[in-house]
């Protein structure tokens, strides 16, 4: 497609505004923890590598950290174990209720965080009679991780159709060679987008997690935010922004290459 | 395996889809090595047939049995007979030879084995140079091939082909309509194959059966289907008809019932032309195509109906300024084939589906 010079003057303008509006605070961020001043005030003062060598230090961070990626683990591998399931069954599965169950499984997701929060909390605490403790954060976090997956798949599903299925099996495969042969292989970037989504939300989910963390359970949002303003702690959850930026680059760098070439095929 | 045995036996085969009846009480037997096609127009059961076959589908009533044993209860991937999808359904994850050998790793057949037959079959169907290449670098015709090759590796009893070239355009479909013959004459194996081209469907077949509503309309050979069509839809559907209502019958061949006669029987002249068991009409003409070998000329009979007749291209040709002429247009009676009355329930639709085709 051909555009005009000015268009293309113009788009070009455009896209580096909203551009500039995305990034240009993630580069205040890193300048920041760069920064002299504990305050985060703007221009920095003068510059100094303290932070960086004091956060890596700090037990609390690398505690908050580790807690937030076992959290994230968990209830991502609950929710594509489940929300692959749950997707074969209202996809390929005729059954009373079905629309029903449809809608009951993508609700959490446009639930307020803070509904659920209270509401798991209420639940936990008071009727099931369970402690809080990481794994009542885990659960809670499986609830709408699960729709992101569930989400992919029955997309993926529903596009695909059941023809691969079908050759598959008319050559002479049973239930289980197919799925580990064909249907599989074909969900595996479904599952991979819907799994990255699904730990990114967890990773950084901070509402429901402040109803339904046990005490002495700090994960990464919580402990930012508890160390936010704090005296001299703002530069070091500087420290931390920018590395958690720097780490979730190379998830999306790995799934864009990865879903690089089927999408050419497409 | 026994020779006497059909391939295929339809007992009763019956399929409800809620409140449709897709298929209804099919009764049929193919003969082993037949190249056996169902014809019909879509939504007349065709397909589902052949998935009731196939095993993707269970009916709701009958049986289905493969020389002499009853597959109605099994599961597909239980089943002698394999399957060319209508859209190829090649697993795009895997490359050419992985896909014609897939049939062969589920059965268990070593690496080694496997290979070397599906590179044979895919010589077969001289494709022996795509084994690397991914299904989506192929263009459609060799993936016909490789869904071919696919599907005949592991030897079934019957191929099932599902419209398999219904996505290819009219030169190649001629070239594989001949591949697709000469491929079941070396195999010897029984081809069903579904497809909603009549001329197709004459041009391959040993024979035919004519699906309509979920019913079989009439089998037969091609020529038979041709020549001696048994209701006003098969004379519709089979090539184009001039049909010749009760009332027109009796006032133009001087006897009752429901007639049919194929254009390129019907002579357009001048003058009328007078012979043993020659009949002729006067009428007026109302269009003349041209078609390159022939000519299809429509003419409104002074008895009320148009008919069309298709003649040569030669050089008594009529022209398109020959439009308004009076002519003659004139048959032999052998050539006029009686139709068994239409039931009444279903007359206004097939009336429809025989227009459409005309």
């Keep these: 497609m051909r555009l005009s010079r000015p268009a293309r003057v113009t788009l070009g303008v455009i896209t580096a505004i909203i551009l500039g509006v995305v990034y240009v605070p993630l580069l205040v961020v890193l300048v920041n923890s760069f920064s002299t001043s504990t305050a985060l005030t703007w221009p920095p003062p003068g510059f100094t590598l303290e932070w960086w060598g004091k956060a890596f230090q700090s037990a609390g961070a690398l505690d908050a950290v580790l807690t937030s990626v076992q959290v994230a683990v968990i209830s991502t591998a609950i929710a594509l174990v489940l929300g692959t399931l749950i997707s074969f069954a209202l996809q390929r599965f005729d059954f009373f209720g079905r629309e029903a169950i449809s809608l009951l499984v993508i609700l959490p997701i446009a639930l307020p965080g803070i509904i659920t929060g209270i509401a798991l909390n209420n639940f936990f605490r008071t009727i099931m009679g369970v402690p809080l403790s990481i794994w009542t ?69 901070i509402i429901v997690t402040t109803f339904t963390a046990g005490s002495g359970v700090t994960t990464l949002p919580i402990f930012i935010l508890n160390n936010m303003f704090r005296p001299n702690q703002a530069p070091i959850v500087s420290v931390i922004a920018v590395v958690l930026v720097l780490v979730s680059i190379i998830p999306i760098y790995i799934a864009q290459r990865l879903s690089g070439p089927a999408d050419q095929k497409r | 395996m026994t020779d006497s045995q059909p391939a295929i036996r339809l007992t009763g085969l019956t399929k409800e889809f809620g409140a449709v009846t897709a298929v209804d009480h099919v009764d049929l037997e193919i003969a082993a090595g037949e190249f056996f096609s169902m014809l019909g127009p879509s939504g007349s059961g065709k397909t589902t047939v052949l998935r009731l076959i196939a095993g993707f589908e269970q009916p709701t009533a009958g049986t289905i049995e493969l020389f002499g044993e009853d597959v109605t209860r099994r599961a597909p991937f239980d089943r002698d007979v394999n399957t ?35 590179r044979a079959a895919l010589a077969s169907v001289r494709l022996e140079q795509m084994g690397d290449r991914k299904p989506s670098q192929l263009s459609g015709g060799q993936r016909q091939r490789v869904a071919l090759a696919r599907a005949t590796v592991v030897q079934p009893k019957v191929l099932l082909l599902d419209e398999p070239l219904g996505a290819l355009d009219l030169k190649l479909r001629e070239q594989m309509q001949v591949e697709l013959k000469q491929i079941q004459r070396d195999l010897g194996i029984t081809f069903i194959f579904v497809t909603h081209d009549q001329e197709e469907a004459l041009t391959l077949s040993d024979r035919i059966a004519v699906f309509n ?43 009752g019932g429901e007639h049919s006669v194929r254009p390129e029987k019907l002579a357009v002249s001048a003058e009328r032309e007078v012979g043993d068991g020659v009949a002729s009409a006067p009428g007026t003409v109302v269009e003349v195509i041209y078609l390159g070998s022939g000519i299809r000329i429509v003419v409104d009979l002074d008895a009320g109906l148009r008919v069309t007749a298709l003649a040569q291209n030669d050089r008594r040709r009529l022209r398109a300024g020959d439009r308004g002429d009076r002519v003659f247009v004139s048959w032999h009676e052998a050539d006029v084939v009686a139709l068994a009355p239409a039931p009444p329930a279903v007359a206004g639709e097939e009336a429809d589906a025989a227009a459409s085709v005309a």
């Design chain 1, 137 to 205: 954060v885990v659960i809670a976090h499986a609830t709408f991780c699960i729709v992101t997956v569930f989400n992919n798949v029955i997309a993926r599903l529903r596009r695909q159709g059941t023809n691969l299925e079908e050759a598959s099996a008319d050559l002479g495969a049973g239930v289980w060679t197919t799925f580990r042969l064909v249907t599989f292989p074909q969900l595996r970037s479904a599952l991979l987008a819907g799994g990255l989504l699904a730990f990114a939300l967890s990773f950084d989910e």
């Design chain 2, 84 to 118: 060319v999808f209508q859209d190829y359904a090649l697993f795009p994850h895997m490359s050419v030879l992985e896909n014609v050998a897939y049939g062969l790793r589920v059965r268990g057949i070593g690496r080694r084995e496997r290979t070397q037959r599906a």
């Design chain 2, 213 to 255: 509503d979920g019913r079989i309309q009439q089998l037969g050979t091609p020529a038979d289907l041709y020549e001696q069509p048994g209701s006003r839809f098969v004379a519709g559907f089979v090539g184009t008809s001039n049909l010749f209502d009760d009332a027109r019958s009796q006032a133009l061949l001087g006897r």
